[in-house]
């Protein structure tokens, strides 16, 4: 039984972290970190975990974390990287749900975070967790960086393609439409029920949202060259679900169904990516709750250019399941192991 | 391994049965039948279910369920009564989520539902599948009536008060509110997004819902006489979940202390209904996607009344949770056995 | 033209009062006083004003507002009280939105509000703005308290059947059920959208909402003596809209008709109330934007009861519309000027 | 006092029509044509129409609506054109909210929406009511053709840029999103709550969408040329509004602050468009129920692109309000009479 601790235990991420560790049957929750709640018990705090956990709030410290098998930080940027040498010192693997460890360039994480990085040499260390791209490096790793929501989406929509060469590496866009709870659980405005609901905006548009750098840094791996995108979020008035819609100019002639083919193929051993067959696309309901990535696609032979959607649960296969995916390569568990349990819920 | 058949597999609790069993190690789902989808794919029909399931959909015949050794049906009322002899007596045991053979009382029945009932010997046998209040006449059950949705909520916020005469049997009153799912799938102008979407309504208020007599029927049983009860069901703007109000006139002078107790010994021993502590409500999100029932309550002085606050999702304790709950005791598993996978999803 | 100024114009029902205001032929804004957004162009902090208004938020001076014709204070309960005065003094008529004058009873407003009145002489003088009860006080009123929300829906729905002595005056439940945007613009948890969508509560349920002195106290006025009510409010996920369900005990044999066409004949004169026929009752979103409050009624001769239905917009009826409407009357203008513009949107 | 009749009455738009021409001071609806609920009243079928409307609904028949001065039809693609020519035979103007006469070229119609087009004469005759584009064209009209909600929309983002020569007529895309109104009020699985709450979808992607030549043809007015867009259209989970989102390539180098410029001179004039200061984007509640289409944008030098962000009310600018503009036009009223009584509602 792994013992594992969290930091960031009462945000959303850290929530479903308990959610789906709950269903994990090799994992024990033994700390969980929070910075509003400490001594509080987590069932009163979030009264859907009465009867089924037994924690109480503790201080995310170091010392705690490091007697863990496994610690998984979801904590605002810049923290993690203070905790992390401690952790990984103690012999502990840490995944990190947030963004400190994702960008292998630090002078890049520090110019879009805007914020010093204080363990460079553990960025050049760290592994990104996007098991369908990088599984074997993720198995050996100390150190994980899990992906970020929106990059999860567009990064997955995209590698058949660039790995292929099926398409142009100019042009690439991904408009990129998100539920409210990515924005995590702080209050303001911008996610009042009476501000959100019956609307719909864009935001940080035109080169302006940080997953940007992340995005294009799995592109370029992909395409082995430097890849730049439109990257245009938007938020839409639901509590869960990303869909990213995305845009590619077309290398060579290929329809809808090689595409499709080309997509299975390339997804064939992937437990958590569902391709759909042509003429059909996926929404964003059809995976709630779950790990998977479901990816539709269409070629419009009017413009030249195949358009791939691709659908995620922001806080699972966009947080807290791909971390649970991480684990499992990281201690050498079935991939699998109490992800499929969380089966997505329709309607 | 259970082999079980769905009569009814493509309505909404027809597909929250595929999702709960699917997560049950005991039962596999060999028969789904369905009145508009058959001979197609159900992961077609519900792309959620993709490379879950490999069910294709079948007609609803009497032959092929009574193969089955349980059958659930869900089916509209006055279907299940023509095929509940047959089914049963192949020795296959039947669970019906409709309302065919909720109440004893056959003409109660047919004056409610306008239809002559075709099996009314059955009628006499069937148990009624509130396992907190019949508990032991289901597990000997050949033919279980699940509870209605409403019913489930009313009856489990009110039981622990009638069983001890705290609350006068006069001026009981339930107003509840549910989800759009507990009007199933079928499209109307009812259900239409614009026309529930920022919208809240009453419908079949003083005394003209269907649900009312089974309410009545099981309070009377608590009570050990007949019991008269208002009834008021609204539509919130929401997928999932129940919430019931319910205004009982006490009997003696209680403390909202002595009620949480007087709650928390009866249901003791009940591992899906949990019941709040003094100054706390449920809300429906804190149940949804599970089986639990959770009850807050709160006595008013002034007026010398207690409100009992009950929620649970209308899909699961409302519906599919609660038959495979009937089903585990019917067949003599653990009461628990795969429906505490199903924990509640929050946010 | 009047010159109106506002206090408290940037939470809901200041921005309500703007729009309503901005439709009147007889009004001009002239001073919108604001805590958050002083010297900021409302039409930046509000952009659905943009090209229609051209104010500037200021503070909410008394000597400013003294300046006006007419003042609408949106203000936290306790700092009206404190403005009130000197604006008085002005010649400035006044109408609070808050609650600081609804209660006459000042020992009541106290103990509700936990807050020393500081002018309890005005509380005598302040009349209850409610249009269809206390028309004829408003006329002649400097200051009137405009209702709270759910009082209006509930007022409102008791009133023809109080005045008629139809109903004991014993066990009047109302239970009722709200929008977000009744909660304002403060941001907190309990607003944060994936907290509150695909999800319902109760809330100070069993005596504990300040509304249920106000209800009271108007339902003893229509009953000429002490009535006790339970008061039950709820949110819903949604931004606009109130229901309120009201439950009463016959008084001898009435049939739904004859309370239909006791409401209509109450009613009458009314340009704001609308009472449905026999059989149908209002939902919140046919009053969406509007001043209406929509009414239907049913019989229940199972139980002796009457429940009435009403609808109102929270932010209009409830607020903003029903001030616009006191304000009409306080100046000698015809009752519904200014107020038919707003027509309800559907869907 | 113009007479006014509407040809598919009880539509969303036919509704939303009778909102706002109720506003009109100008105008009387005196004929409700309606498929479905001839003989009705329709505040009976519409209740928050009661007290303000006196209508019944009517057949459709050309005759009746001949004895107008002018009919607006909102009915299913081939109809109008086959009520078109008896209408304007009479000499009463028409104006047509369907798409039977918004393509110039009749074989492209008849590609499009597959059905052999029984009026080309008119269509040649036919005036695009885009007032912000073809003014004047309008205000000589007979036959108007109200533009598609989602071409509004795309159009007026797309303007000023293709007027200016400021962008490349390669590789267009409009990413589109819009409320569920849009899809009508005919129910089907599409429009069941249960189905679009907290879900998001793209459909009819990469060219599928009939609104994409629509959106063609005008802007190779706009450009002098052909022009070929990527158009995808998006389903969102609320009930009106439109965001488009499109991307366009600069011509030669731009910052932010001059192309907002280029859009404010572009638009100086216009009483329903409303340009965002630079570093603002609209979203779409800020238009709700009003006829305004308010456009924000962004450049990315990243990329090389600009990004223009516009939003309206589908019903509205999209639809109904857009058809009264028309109207004004054509009758040579002032262009916004009626139509700012529509003050978009926030929240």
Redesign the interface.
């Given at each position: 039984m792994l013992r594992a601790g969290i930091a960031g235990a009462t945000g959303?991420a850290g929530?479903e972290l308990i959610?789906l560790l709950?269903?994990h049957p090799e994992v024990q929750v033994v700390w969980a970190g929070t910075e509003s709640y400490q001594g509080q018990e987590l069932a009163g705090v979030?009264?859907?975990?009465?009867?089924?956990v037994d924690l109480v709030g503790q201080e995310a410290a170091a010392e705690a974390l490091a007697g863990c098998d496994v610690v998984f930080t979801s904590l605002p940027h810049g923290v993690t990287m203070t905790l992390a040498p401690a952790v990984l010192s103690a012999g502990t693997r840490l995944i990190d749900l947030g963004a400190d460890f994702r960008l292998r360039d630090v002078a890049a994480y520090e110019a879009w975070y805007k914020k010093a990085h204080t363990a460079p040499d553990l960025v050049a260390e760290a592994v990104y967790g996007l098991p369908e791209l990088y599984r074997e490096r993720v198995r050996g790793a100390r150190l994980v960086a899990n992906p970020g929501c929106y990059p999860t989406a567009c990064a997955l929509a995209a590698a058949p393609l660039l790995r292929a060469g099926a398409v142009s590496l100019e042009?690439i866009?991904f408009?990129a439409?998100s539920?409210?709870?990515g924005a995590g659980?702080g209050?303001?405005?911008g996610?009042?029920?009476?501000?959100?609901?019956?609307?719909?905006?864009?935001?940080n548009?035109?080169?302006?949202h940080r997953h940007t750098p992340e995005i294009e840094q799995t592109l370029s791996d992909l395409a082995g060259g430097p890849v730049?995108?439109?990257f245009?979020p938007?938020l839409?008035?639901?509590?869960?679900?990303i869909?990213a819609?995305g845009?590619f100019t077309l290398r060579g002639s290929w329809t809808t169904e090689q595409l499709v083919d080309l997509f299975r193929e390339f997804y064939a051993e992937e437990p958590f990516v569902?391709v759909?067959p042509a003429g059909?696309?996926?929404?964003?309901?059809?995976?709630?709750?779950?790990n998977?990535c479901?990816i539709g696609l269409?070629?419009?032979?009017?413009?030249g250019?195949?358009?791939v959607?691709s659908v995620i649960d922001n806080l699972v296969k966009g947080a807290a399941g791909q971390a649970i995916q991480n684990m499992n390569l990281m201690f050498g568990l079935p991939e699998t192991t109490g992800l499929?349990?969380a089966?997505?819920?329709?309607?």
């Amino acid at each position: 039984m792994l013992r594992a601790g969290i930091a960031g235990a009462t945000g959303y991420a850290g929530i479903e972290l308990i959610r789906l560790l709950g269903l994990h049957p090799e994992v024990q929750v033994v700390w969980a970190g929070t910075e509003s709640y400490q001594g509080q018990e987590l069932a009163g705090v979030y009264p859907h975990l009465r009867g089924r956990v037994d924690l109480v709030g503790q201080e995310a410290a170091a010392e705690a974390l490091a007697g863990c098998d496994v610690v998984f930080t979801s904590l605002p940027h810049g923290v993690t990287m203070t905790l992390a040498p401690a952790v990984l010192s103690a012999g502990t693997r840490l995944i990190d749900l947030g963004a400190d460890f994702r960008l292998r360039d630090v002078a890049a994480y520090e110019a879009w975070y805007k914020k010093a990085h204080t363990a460079p040499d553990l960025v050049a260390e760290a592994v990104y967790g996007l098991p369908e791209l990088y599984r074997e490096r993720v198995r050996g790793a100390r150190l994980v960086a899990n992906p970020g929501c929106y990059p999860t989406a567009c990064a997955l929509a995209a590698a058949p393609l660039l790995r292929a060469g099926a398409v142009s590496l100019e042009g690439i866009i991904f408009d990129a439409k998100s539920g409210v709870s990515g924005a995590g659980r702080g209050v303001n405005l911008g996610v009042h029920f009476s501000e959100v609901n019956e609307n719909f905006k864009a935001y940080n548009i035109a080169g302006d949202h940080r997953h940007t750098p992340e995005i294009e840094q799995t592109l370029s791996d992909l395409a082995g060259g430097p890849v730049l995108v439109s990257f245009t979020p938007h938020l839409v008035p639901m509590t869960r679900g990303i869909l990213a819609t995305g845009y590619f100019t077309l290398r060579g002639s290929w329809t809808t169904e090689q595409l499709v083919d080309l997509f299975r193929e390339f997804y064939a051993e992937e437990p958590f990516v569902r391709v759909r067959p042509a003429g059909d696309l996926p929404t964003t309901k059809q995976v709630w709750g779950s790990n998977y990535c479901d990816i539709g696609l269409k070629v419009d032979p009017r413009t030249g250019r195949v358009l791939v959607v691709s659908v995620i649960d922001n806080l699972v296969k966009g947080a807290a399941g791909q971390a649970i995916q991480n684990m499992n390569l990281m201690f050498g568990l079935p991939e699998t192991t109490g992800l499929l349990q969380a089966a997505p819920l329709y309607p």
